[in-house]
């Protein structure tokens, strides 16, 4: 009998068989869901990791889903840079555009600097402040 199942603890193989689901209706619609990860590190002496940027390209856009820097690296310009390797990668891939989301106790304004335009808000996520979907056009 088909029903709904919460899975308390999921597993890669759980998410990646709703993603094929999906996958294959964008197929059978004409758009292919073929996603390239980027991801960048940032290492400190020790080899350790001291942020970075998570990414995926697809549909010829990228999508910044993470980007971290540690405290005492930032306002050396490591976010600038990370933010250029992966629109770089993502341009050599042929993409129009970035994309990401953002809080307003986060970095709103350090995209904006980088040429990232809010195309959506959204109150009250979480509670007392906006997420904010930005967008950047690559020429």
């Known amino acids: 009998m088909t029903h709904i199942e919460r899975i308390a603890a999921p597993e890669a193989a759980d998410e990646a068989a709703i993603m094929a689901v999906l996958a294959d209706a964008n197929a059978a619609a004409g758009w292919p869901h073929v996603r390239e990860a980027v991801l960048l590190t940032i290492r400190d002496a020790e080899g350790g990791v001291a942020g970075g940027l998570i990414g995926r390209i697809s549909w010829r856009w990228l999508y910044v889903m993470t980007l971290a820097v540690a405290p005492a690296l930032r306002?050396?310009?490591?976010?600038?840079?990370?933010l250029?390797?992966?629109e770089a990668a993502a341009r050599g891939q042929g993409c129009i555009g970035a994309r990401l989301d953002t809080y307003s106790f986060q970095a709103r304004g350090f995209y904006e600097k980088q040429g990232y335009r809010v195309t959506g808000t959204l109150e009250d996520c979480p509670p007392g402040h906006a997420r904010y979907s930005m967008a950047k056009r690559f020429h």
């Open 75 to 82: 306002g050396q310009g490591w976010g600038q840079r990370l």
């Open 84 to 86: 250029q390797q992966a």
